[in-house]
T-cell receptor, first 112, second 115 residues
Framework: GNSVTQMEGPVTLSEEAFLTINCTYT??????LFWYVQYPGEGLQLLLK?????DKGSNKGFEATYRKETTSFHLEKGSVQVSDSAVYFC???????????FGGGTRVLVKP | NAGVTQTPKFRILKIGQSMTLQCAQD?????MYWYRQDPGMGLKLIYY???????DKGEVPNGYNVSRSTTEDFPLRLELAAPSQTSVYFC??????????????FGQGTRLTVV
């Protein structure tokens, strides 16, 4: 079945460090891929997305590229801030469905 | 600017009790969803709805019921609470199906503990 696997946290970084969160998916066809972020005490909100192979989603300094050959959608940011401390979820939805499938989430803590 | 509103934010239930988690959205979205989030796990879809009067099961529907009598509201009912239903519940909505890459908007969640 369809699934999403992402690296376990927590990930602890210093401010201005480089962040990578790995995400791989299994699916038939060409799913749409998403990164959602959950700040403390809040619901999830969309960070970025990509709907076809080789698309790059970007927002707030974060980027992720849809890699069909490696079935991956890794999230990166070149210089993190304390305000980036949150839980990040990778998700997919297959072409013929309306159900988001989420990874387990990765908690990121950025220290000053 | 409410978006998706869930009530209550916190609740403690005793085993066997029942309750309804409320969810309302003011964006005129057709699609609504209920997820549960267990510690260290991703979100699991419980039920979803593609419009008023239409609901369908997700991955983990057992122990829950839903109804969708209006576009705005999508309540989730627990009839006989069990400890396995201790979780954080999120309601979400989207204008069209998320298949096309449409963003889903989430509420702030309801933290439920069954003791």
């Amino acid at each position: 079945g369809n699934s999403v696997t992402q690296m376990e946290g927590p990930v602890t970084l210093s401010e201005e460090a480089f962040l990578t969160i790995n995400c791989t998916y299994t699916a038939t066809g060409y799913p749409s891929l998403f990164w959602y972020v959950q700040y403390p005490g809040e619901g999830l909100q969309l960070l970025l997305k990509a709907t076809k192979a080789d698309d790059k989603g970007s927002n707030k300094g974060f980027e992720a590229t849809y890699r069909k050959e490696t079935t991956s959608f890794h999230l990166e940011k070149g210089s993190v801030q304390v305000s980036d401390s949150a839980v990040y979820f990778c998700a997919q939805v297959k072409a013929a469905g309306n159900k988001l499938t989420f990874g387990g989430g990765t908690r990121v803590l950025v220290k000053p | 600017n409410a978006g998706v509103t869930q009530t209550p934010k916190f609740r403690i239930l005793k085993i066997g009790q029942s309750m309804t988690l409320q969810c309302a959205q003011d964006m005129n979205h057709n699609y609504m969803y209920w997820y549960r989030q267990d510690p260290g796990m991703g979100l699991k879809l419980i039920y979803y709805s593609v419009g008023a009067g239409i609901t369908d099961k997700g991955e983990v529907p057992n122990g829950y019921n839903v109804s969708r009598s209006t576009t705005e509201d999508f309540p989730l009912r627990l009839e006989l609470a069990a400890p396995s239903q201790t979780s954080v519940y999120f309601c979400a909505s989207s204008s069209v199906g998320v298949t096309s890459g449409t963003e889903a908007f989430f509420g702030q969640g309801t933290r439920l503990t069954v003791v």
